[in-house]
């Protein structure tokens, strides 16, 4: 039996683990750099506690979540895992819907109610967060977070590393690029260029 941890002892750890919960798959325990001991009735290790698996054959049983929602520190931690030969895992909630010709990368949670529209594809790591509905054909680059209540249209591109904040609305077709940050409740009718931080209905960039 595969055993996952959880990296994050933290609020996004508890929907993951709830996340797995639902689906019958109980983690062995969250990984934290900041602290040990027990989280949610599970055992909290620091990363050193698993280094002396780097490089074995035993690493093949020992899967992760990164539960981080600051998305370059997620990036990091997974980078980090896979070049350990830890392999990543989707937390996918039953209540969501992904449909299947939909593609999701490693490493992504989709929380609950959530859809993942028809041929849709996301990269590794993306949160794709409670009610949150990507549409058809959408593309999300990876370590992307869609907060909760986000809506992308049809065809909307979504570049890596963006933040998209809880209840924006992407209209279809929309492409935005790297690194950018769309404000809560934001309604974006334009393409975004990259690093942006756009904010408002319709958005507009915060210079």
Known sequence: MKNIYIYGASGHGKVVLYTFAANKIPPAGFIDDEATGVFCDLPVVSPADLMPKAD?????????????????????????????????????????????????????????????????????????????????????????????????????????????????????????GDGVTVGAGAVVTKNISDNQVQVGSPARNLA
């Open 56 to 176: 074995s054959q035993s690493n093949l049983d020992q899967h992760f979540h990164i539960a981080i929602g600051n998305n370059q520190v997620r990036e990091m931690k997974f980078n980090q895992l896979i070049a350990l030969g830890f392999v990543p895992e989707n937390a996918i909630h039953p209540s969501a819907v992904v449909y299947p010709s939909a593609s999701l990368g490693s490493g992504c949670l989709v929380a609950a109610t959530a859809v993942v529209g028809p041929s849709a594809t996301i990269g590794n790591a993306c949160i794709i967060n409670h009610g949150a509905i990507v549409d058809h054909d959408c593309v999300i680059g990876s370590f992307t977070h869609c907060a909760p209540n986000v809506t992308l249209g049809g065809g909307v591109r979504i570049g890596k590393s963006c933040l998209i904040g809880a209840g924006a609305v992407i209209l279809p077709g929309i492409t935005i």
